[in-house]
C-alpha cells in the first residue's frame, strides 16, 4: 500500500494518509485532483471496483467530506480517497463516466446531502423522496425529532421517552 | 442443453431503430408505446421498488428504477442514537439478512476501539452468519421459482426457512431479527441439544434440495425460461460493482469470505462456488451450490468449535462508549454479495456517519435497469429475483 501511495505522491498532492489497517488506508486530496486520482488509481493502479461512494457532514469545520473508497480486486486491498468539500454550495466533479453505479450514487448525495455533481445524469430527479421541500435531510443541522413533531400528528394518551433515559433507567436502576 | 443466447422478436424490422447513443427515441403519443408500473406490490420478494417500464408489444424498450417506497432513514436515525442503540436499526436494513448488518456494524466499531473479539464468540459469529445465509436462500428459491410460475415450491422453502427460523429463535429469542451480535461478542452460548436439532433441520434440507433439483433445475419449463436468459458479461462486474454469486455465475470468483478472511473461515475448509454462463439458470445453480456449502459449513462449525469459553470481550459502559476518532469498512459475504459498513466516528458517544453499502444498492440500479432492455415483461419478475435485490439497502 505504502508503494502505491509514494507513487500517486510523485504526481499529485495528498495532505494526510491514515493507515487504518493492513489492507485499508485513508487518502485525503484536494477537491480539483480528486477524479484525477481516482482515474489514475482506477486504470493504473489496479482499483477497478467502486466498493462505495458516501459524504460525510463535518458542520462545524463548515466542510462536507466525500468518501470515494475503492478496491484493488488482484491485491485484495481498499483505498478511500477523501475530499473535503465547502457546505456552501456544495458541488463536486462527476465521476459517473469511470462506474456505471457512480450516478445513482450521486443521484443520493444531491438529495440527502444538497451535493450537486454538474453533468451527471438524471443528478437533479428525486431519487428516494418525493416532493421533499425541507433541507436536504442527511445534512446535520436537519432536525428529525422537530420534523417528526411538526409532521406527524402525536397519538393521544402515547407516552414517550428518551431512549438513553430509558435505557439506563433499566439498566442501571441504581446509578 | 441448448446454450444459445435467450432473444425475443429476432425480426426487428417492426422495432424502431436505435439512435447514436444505442437507446430508441420513445414518442408516447405515437401510441406504440405503453408505460406499465411493475411494483411496488408485486408479491414477489423484490417489492418495495417498482419499475416504470416502456413497452412496445409485450417487449421492455426502457426502464427507470424507483425506490423510496421503505425510506427510514436508517443512517440518519443512527447518528442520533449511541452506538449500542443502534443494533435494533441495522439489523432492520436487510429483513432476511439481519446477522451480517450486526456483524458488520459490530466489527467495525470494535475495529475502531481496538477490541479483540473471543475465540468462542467469533466461532458463534460465523455460525449465526451462515444460518443466515441458508435461511436467505430459502427464501430467494421461492421468489425465483414462483417468479416462474411454480408457486408451491415457494410454500415448501418458506417452511424450510421456518425451521431454520426455530433454531435462531432457540439461539437468540427472535426469529427474524435478532440482535444477537453485540460489541465485543454474542449474546449466549449454544442451547442444550441446539447442535442435533439443528443437524435435524440440515438433513431436512437437504432432503428437499433433492426435490428442488428434480422440480426446479430440470424441470423443462424453468429451464426453458431461464437458460441463456439475463446475461451478464464478465466485463460488466467492475463497471457495474457486482459482487457475490452474481459476479461468479460470471467466472469472477469474487467472495469476502476467501478474499478478505474474516472470523473463522480461515479454518474452514470450502471452495468458492463459480459458475460460467451467467444466466438466470446459473446464477440459480450457484445460490443452489451455496446453499449447500453452508450446510456443510455449519457442520464444519460444530465439529470444530470449542464447547465453551468466553463469548464477550471486556467493554466500557456501552450507554456512556466514546468510540476513538476515525473511520473505517468493514465486510462480510451476504447471499448477494459484498455487504459493508463504512463507519465514521468524531470519538464522541454516537456515530458521526454510517454508510451501508448493500449489494442491491448496485445490482437494482444501474444493473437491472439495463439488463431489463429488450426483455419480455413475462420475465420481468424472473430476472429481478436472479439477481437477488432487496430495496431496503438501495434506501437505507
Known sequence: MKDIIDRIKTKYTISEVVEQRKNLSFVTVSKEQAISIITFLRDIEGFKHLVLLTAADWIENDKFQLTYLLNNPTEKIDLGVRVFIS?????????????????????????????????????????????????????????????????????????????????????YPNE | ????????????????????????????????????????????????????????????????????????????????????????????????????????????MEELAGIEVPEMAQWLRTLVLEMSRLQSYLMWIGGQSGAFGSGIIGQWSIYLRDLVLDRFEELTGGRVYHMYQLPGGVRGLLPDGFKQRMEETLLTIEKFMDDIDKVMFNNAVFKKRSVGMGYIDPSWVNKFGITGPNARAAGIPLDVRKDYPYLKYPELDFDVVVGKDSDIYTRADIRRKDLLLSVDLIRQIFAKMPEKGDIK????????????????????????????YYMVSDGTEYPRRINVRGPSYTHAVALLEKMIINTNIADVAGLMVSLHTYPPEIER
Open chain 1, 87 to 171: 457546505r456552501e454550495n456544495a458541488s463536486m466533479e462527476s465521476a459517473h463516466h469511470l462506474w456505471e453505479q457512480v450516478a445513482t450514487y450521486q443521484r443520493e448525495l444531491k438529495e440527502m446531502f444538497g451535493i450537486d455533481f454538474p453533468d451527471s445524469p438524471g443528478v437533479d430527479k428525486p431519487f428516494i423522496l418525493e416532493g421533499w421541500e425541507d433541507i436536504p435531510p442527511y445534512r446535520r443541522d436537519f432536525d428529525t425529532k422537530q420534523y417528526s413533531e411538526d409532521t406527524y400528528f402525536p397519538r393521544p394518551g402515547r407516552e414517550s421517552n428518551d431512549p438513553a433515559e430509558y435505557m439506563k433507567k433499566k439498566l
Open chain 2, 1 to 108: 442443453m441448448n446454450k444459445k443466447r435467450f432473444t425475443i422478436n429476432e425480426d426487428r424490422s417492426l422495432f424502431p431503430e436505435k439512435n447514436a447513443e444505442g437507446k430508441i427515441d420513445i414518442d408516447l403519443s405515437s401510441h406504440k408505446y405503453l408505460k406499465l408500473w411493475q411494483g411496488p406490490q408485486h408479491p414477489g420478494i423484490t417489492g418495495n421498488m417498482s419499475l416504470e417500464l416502456t413497452v412496445l408489444g409485450d417487449e421492455v424498450m426502457d426502464c427507470e428504477t424507483h425506490v423510496g417506497y421503505l425510506h427510514r432513514g436508517f443512517e440518519k436515525l443512527m447518528e442520533r442514537r449511541k452506538y449500542i442503540q443502534c443494533f435494533p436499526i441495522v439489523c432492520r436494513v436487510a429483513v432476511p439478512e439481519p446477522d451480517f448488518n450486526e456483524y458488520c456494524f459490530a466489527s467495525a
Open chain 2, 313 to 340: 470481550a471486556k467493554t466500557p459502559n456501552v450507554l456512556h462508549w466514546k468510540v476513538p476518532k476515525g473511520e473505517t469498512y468493514s465486510r462480510a459475504e451476504c447471499t448477494r454479495g459484498e455487504y459493508g
